[in-house]
């Protein structure tokens, strides 16, 4: 008998404690899927907690971690349900990212990408391989739902292209909206807020870019009560269907909230390149043009300090030390044997 997937595990532990609960009566209805993707250490799991009213310090994600949260319609009306997904590691465990998008939850599933403001060199890499790679394996389930139920993939690309403002036809062609629900929230805004003007106006405008192309909801927040108040609100439109809001706020010297659709890319404008520098960039697309543009000013990292640590025993998180000091003492052995099996081989040969 084939094992339980995570996913069947999580369910049946949810069905489990709302059978085994005081209050409802009969199975939840209305369930929505939430999964939280971005930068390590970035606030992920700080804004899942704070969107269940969950007072507890927040624990470094291992992997894959799952959480559920309900919400009372009225009275004697089953609850919603909605499940929380979190992905940690940053870009390090992109494999992971198809244990919970599956053809039965697809419908009812959106992505909420978490990006450090504090580390804007990284923010690149680390937006384009986490889109990139949840993006392809979405695609890959649509397809293969498509060969089930042609009508129900279709009504979700009808739902996301519904949200582009019909006032900007030359943005349909430019842009290709994420196929299932996408917020982007830039973390650490109360760091952000001190940067260079020039610096928060280039991260601004491309990551209205990004979110506009994307047909993505954008919005900064940080330790700020008042703006977790509003991702909180943000997070229970996608978990509950609870009504968007409709507010908007593009300026730079403040934090931005844009929903999706109600940005354009003649409100955006072009990307922050002087004139004469221009001409010398070369890109096949916008988004390839928008990124030489943002990484002129901030070059990522080098692929070896950029790559999170994917070992375990040697993430720092891990660390205990009779475990290590007994590692590095068998490494040195290790080592050893293999200078010695080394100078053996050469000495048959020499001998040979």
Request: a neutral charge; proline letters at 6%.
């Amino acid at each position: 008998m084939p094992s339980e997937t995570l996913w069947e595990i999580a369910t049946a532990e949810v069905e489990k404690r709302g059978s085994n609960g005081s209050e409802g009566n009969g199975v939840e209805t209305g369930e929505k899927s939430v999964f939280f993707i971005g930068s390590k250490n970035g606030g992920k799991t700080t804004i899942i907690l704070r969107c269940l009213d969950r007072d507890e310090p927040p624990k470094p994600t291992l992997a894959l971690e799952y959480t559920y949260g309900r919400r009372a319609k009225g009275h004697k009306i089953p609850k919603d349900i909605a499940h929380f997904w979190e992905l940690g590691g940053g870009t390090s465990l992109l494999d992971l990212i198809s244990v919970p998008i599956t053809s039965d939850t697809l419908r009812t599933f959106s992505i909420v990408l978490v990006l450090d403001l504090s580390k804007p060199n990284d923010l690149w890499p680390t937006m384009e391989n986490l889109l990139q790679a949840t993006k392809l394996h979405v695609d890959k389930v649509m397809m293969k739902l498509g060969k089930k139920n042609a009508k129900a993939v279709s009504e979700m690309r009808q739902k996301i292209w519904s949200n582009m403002q019909k006032d900007h036809p030359q943005d349909r062609e430019l842009i290709d909206p994420f196929p299932i629900p996408l917020v982007i929230i830039g973390s650490k805004y109360d760091i952000f807020q001190d940067f260079d003007s020039e610096k928060r106006k280039v991260i601004c405008k491309t990551l209205r870019f990004v979110a506009h192309y994307y047909g993505a909801s954008l919005m900064f927040t940080s330790k700020s009560e008042a703006l977790l108040l509003k991702i909180r609100g943000v997070i229970n439109q996608l978990a509950f269907g609870i009504d968007k809001s409709k507010s908007t706020c593009v300026d730079q010297n403040k934090p931005l909230f844009v929903t999706a659709g109600l940005d354009s890319l003649s409100q955006i404008g072009s990307p922050p390149v002087p004139d004469n520098d221009f001409g010398k960039l070369h890109a096949h697309s916008p988004m390839e043009l928008w990124k030489k543009v943002y990484e002129k000013l901030f070059p990522p990292k080098s692929i070896n300090t950029l790559k999170d640590v994917k070992d375990p025993a040697r993430d720092p998180q891990y660390a205990e030390s009779e475990v290590d000091e007994m590692r590095i003492q068998k490494d040195q052995e290790l080592e050893q044997y293999k200078r010695s099996s080394s100078k053996s081989w050469k000495q048959i040969e020499l001998d040979s």
